[in-house]
């Protein structure tokens, strides 16, 4: 017999006790690990992944966008006492004054019964019991010629 049909032969009596289904020319290309040793293969559930992503991109983005609404607050509560400190120096270099202010110094803001405004460097706890004048603001004058309001 040649050689060519003992192969034949061999292969026509040899019966594979595992299922076709379990066996691969091309192990591979399992989904699963082929060998005892072989790591674990998992397949990827893209929809959970791309699910998680987007979650995660979502947090983030609100997380920035708080720190910017916060920002934007501080700007705002900034701009308010700039726009206040500009009020008052208004309202204080249109008042009487007969002494020139100094600046670093407080003073005091007051109406009369005329209604005309006055700044004085007497405070409303220095006129004894009775003030010839109504109380409007204690104020210092700041270095860029704006008055801060501190009562």
Request: no cysteine; net charge negative; charged share 15%.
């Given at each position: 017999?040649?050689?060519?049909?003992k192969k034949e032969k061999q292969e026509e009596?040899?019966?594979?006790p595992i299922d076709k289904d379990k066996v691969t020319e091309n192990p591979h290309t399992l989904p699963y690990a082929h060998t005892v040793g072989g790591s674990i293969i998992k397949p990827i559930d893209k929809g959970r992944v791309k699910?998680?992503?987007?979650?995660?991109?979502?947090?983030?983005?609100?997380?920035?966008?708080e720190q910017i609404r916060k920002q934007v607050e501080l700007l705002y509560q900034q701009a308010e006492k700039i726009r206040d400190r500009v009020n008052i120096s208004e309202s204080i270099y249109q008042a009487e004054m007969n002494f020139k202010p100094l600046i670093g110094h407080t003073y005091h803001l007051y109406l009369r019964k005329n209604g005309k405004e006055v700044l004085s460097m007497v405070g409303p706890k220095e006129w004894g019991r009775s003030s010839p004048y109504e109380f409007r603001a204690t104020v210092k004058l700041l270095s860029d010629h704006t008055w801060e309001i501190q009562e």
């Open positions: 017999m040649s050689t060519k049909n009596e040899f019966i594979n699910g998680l992503a987007v979650s995660a991109m979502y947090e983030q983005t609100e997380m920035q966008l």
